[in-house]
C-alpha cells in the first residue's frame, strides 16, 4: 500500500534541508550541514593574526572556514561585493572608505564591529637628529639642508619609507607632499613596506638618521619605541585627499599634535547576503575585539622569525586561551543572539 507524506513534514523538511545558520559545537543535532565561509586579507601580514583569531570563533559557533586567501586591498573589496568571499578584517575606516565605496558600497556591502578602535599613523623620526637640529615638523624639511640629513640615496633629497601602491595610506602620503610643498626636497620610497622599514631600523642602528611613515599596532612601535627611539613629527595643518575628508571629521590630533592622518578603526567588511542569511556569524562580528598592544606583540613576534601559518595559527589559539572567558562570553552571546 502506498504510504501518504503530510504536506506539513515536506515543508519542514525544505525548510530544514535550507536552513543557513549553522549549529553551534554545543548543539550539533540540529543539523549535519556546515556553512562554509570564506575570507582574506593583504600581504600585511599581522592581518593573518587577527584573521585568525576571528576563524576560530566562526568555527566555534559551527562554520567551515576556509583557509584564507592573500589579495590586496581593491581587490579583495570587490571580491567581497561579487560574493567571491564572505569577510575580511581589513577594513581600516575612514581610509578605506573609498575602496568600499568603489565595490559597491551598501548596496553590496556592510561594515560591523570593531576589530581594534586605536589605530594611529604618523610620520617618525630619529630621536637624535630631532634634537639635534630641533626638528619637530614635517614642513622643516621643505629645508635641503634638512632634508639632507635623511638622504640615504644621495640624491639630496629625503628618503621617506612610505606604503605600498595601493594602500589608502599611500594616496595620503602622495596628497601631503603636493599639500606641503615637499616634492623638491622629499622622495616617497615605495615597494615591500616591511623590508623597508626593516631597513631603516639597520640604519638606525648604525646610527643613520631615518624617516618612515608608521602605523600602529605594528611592529616598528615595540622596535623604535616612540620618545625613546624615534619622536612623531607633527603637520603645519590639516589636508586630507577629498575622498578621504568627506567620510571624516576633520581629526587628526593624537595627544594634542597633528599628525596629519585621521584616526583608524579597523573593523570587519562583509558581503551584505552572507551577513543577513548568517545573524550568529554578524553577532560574532560584532563583539570580538582585539587590543592594539596584543597586535604589536604579535606583529614582534613575527618580525623575530616566527611568520609561517602554522605559527601565526598557534598565537592566535594562544590569545584565545589567555583570554578565554571573554572569548567564551561572546560565543555564548552570539549563538543567543
Not at 590639516?238 to 599628525?259: F, R, W, Y
Not at 543577513?276 to 563583539?287: G, H, R, T, V
Given at each position: 500500500?502506498?504510504?501518504?507524506i503530510?504536506?506539513?513534514?515536506?515543508?519542514?523538511s525544505s525548510?530544514?534541508?535550507c536552513?543557513?545558520t549553522?549549529?553551534?559545537?554545543?548543539?550539533t543535532?540540529?543539523?549535519t550541514q556546515k556553512v562554509t565561509?570564506?575570507?582574506?586579507?593583504?600581504?600585511?601580514?599581522e592581518?593573518h593574526?587577527?584573521?585568525e583569531?576571528?576563524k576560530?570563533g566562526l568555527?566555534?559557533l559551527?562554520?567551515?572556514?576556509?583557509?584564507p586567501?592573500?589579495i590586496e586591498?581593491?581587490?579583495?573589496?570587490?571580491?567581497?561585493a561579487?560574493?567571491?568571499?564572505?569577510y575580511?578584517i581589513?577594513?581600516y575606516?575612514?581610509g578605506h572608505?573609498?575602496f568600499f565605496e568603489?565595490?559597491?558600497g551598501e548596496d553590496?556591502l556592510?561594515?560591523?564591529?570593531t576589530i581594534?578602535?586605536?589605530?594611529?599613523?604618523?610620520?617618525q623620526?630619529?630621536?637624535?637628529?630631532?634634537?639635534?637640529?630641533?626638528?619637530?615638523?614635517?614642513?622643516?624639511l621643505?629645508?635641503p639642508k634638512i632634508?639632507q640629513l635623511?638622504?640615504s640615496?644621495?640624491?639630496?633629497?629625503?628618503?621617506l619609507?612610505?606604503?605600498?601602491p595601493g594602500?589608502?595610506?599611500e594616496?595620503i602620503?602622495?596628497?601631503?607632499?603636493?599639500?606641503?610643498?615637499?616634492?623638491?626636497?622629499v622622495?616617497?620610497?615605495?615597494?615591500?613596506?616591511?623590508?623597508?622599514?626593516?631597513?631603516?631600523?639597520?640604519?638606525?642602528k648604525?646610527g643613520?638618521?631615518v624617516?618612515?611613515y608608521a602605523?600602529?599596532?605594528?611592529?616598528?612601535?615595540a622596535?623604535l619605541?616612540?620618545?625613546?627611539?624615534?619622536?612623531?613629527l607633527?603637520?603645519?595643518?590639516?589636508?586630507?585627499?577629498?575622498?578621504i575628508?568627506?567620510n571624516?571629521?576633520k581629526?587628526t590630533?593624537?595627544e594634542?599634535?597633528n599628525?596629519g592622518?585621521?584616526?583608524?578603526e579597523?573593523r570587519?567588511?562583509t558581503?551584505?547576503q552572507?551577513?543577513?542569511?548568517?545573524p550568529i556569524?554578524?553577532?560574532w562580528?560584532e563583539?570580538v575585539?582585539i587590543p592594539?598592544?596584543?597586535i604589536?606583540e604579535?606583529s614582534?613576534r613575527i618580525k623575530?622569525g616566527e611568520?609561517?601559518?602554522?605559527d601565526?595559527?598557534?598565537?592566535?589559539e594562544?590569545w584565545?586561551e589567555?583570554n578565554?572567558?571573554?572569548?567564551?562570553?561572546?560565543?555564548?552571546?552570539?549563538?543567543?543572539?
Amino acid at each position: 500500500m502506498k504510504r501518504t507524506i503530510p504536506l506539513f513534514v515536506l515543508l519542514t523538511s525544505s525548510l530544514i534541508a535550507c536552513q543557513t545558520t549553522p549549529p553551534s559545537e554545543d548543539n550539533t543535532s540540529q543539523s549535519t550541514q556546515k556553512v562554509t565561509v570564506r575570507t582574506a586579507h593583504s600581504s600585511w601580514i599581522e592581518e593573518h593574526f587577527q584573521t585568525e583569531i576571528v576563524k576560530i570563533g566562526l568555527e566555534k559557533l559551527g562554520y567551515e572556514v576556509e583557509t584564507p586567501k592573500e589579495i590586496e586591498y581593491p581587490a579583495l573589496y570587490i571580491s567581497l561585493a561579487n560574493g567571491e568571499l564572505d569577510y575580511s578584517i581589513v577594513y581600516y575606516y575612514p581610509g578605506h572608505k573609498e575602496f568600499f565605496e568603489n565595490a559597491g558600497g551598501e548596496d553590496k556591502l556592510e561594515a560591523v564591529g570593531t576589530i581594534t578602535a586605536d589605530g594611529t599613523q604618523r610620520y617618525q623620526i630619529d630621536r637624535k637628529t630631532a634634537e639635534q637640529h630641533n626638528i619637530t615638523n614635517l614642513e622643516q624639511l621643505k629645508d635641503p639642508k634638512i632634508a639632507q640629513l635623511f638622504d640615504s640615496d644621495g640624491d639630496g633629497k629625503a628618503n621617506l619609507v612610505g606604503c605600498n601602491p595601493g594602500w589608502a595610506c599611500e594616496s595620503i602620503i602622495e596628497h601631503h607632499l603636493d599639500a606641503y610643498e615637499l616634492r623638491d626636497t622629499v622622495e616617497h620610497d615605495q615597494g615591500q613596506y616591511t623590508a623597508l622599514l626593516a631597513n631603516s631600523v639597520t640604519r638606525y642602528k648604525e646610527g643613520e638618521s631615518v624617516f618612515f611613515y608608521a602605523y600602529n599596532p605594528h611592529w616598528i612601535g615595540a622596535t623604535l619605541k616612540p620618545e625613546e627611539d624615534v619622536v612623531w613629527l607633527e603637520v603645519p595643518f590639516t589636508d586630507l585627499p577629498t575622498k578621504i575628508a568627506e567620510n571624516m571629521e576633520k581629526d587628526t590630533l593624537v595627544e594634542g599634535k597633528n599628525l596629519g592622518f585621521p584616526k583608524t578603526e579597523q573593523r570587519i567588511a562583509t558581503n551584505k547576503q552572507f551577513l543577513a542569511e548568517n545573524p550568529i556569524a554578524k553577532s560574532w562580528f560584532e563583539l570580538v575585539q582585539i587590543p592594539a598592544k596584543d597586535i604589536n606583540e604579535e606583529s614582534l613576534r613575527i618580525k623575530e622569525g616566527e611568520n609561517k601559518p602554522e605559527d601565526i595559527r598557534r598565537h592566535a589559539e594562544e590569545w584565545v586561551e589567555k583570554n578565554q572567558d571573554l572569548f567564551n562570553s561572546w560565543l555564548e552571546k552570539a549563538r543567543n543572539q
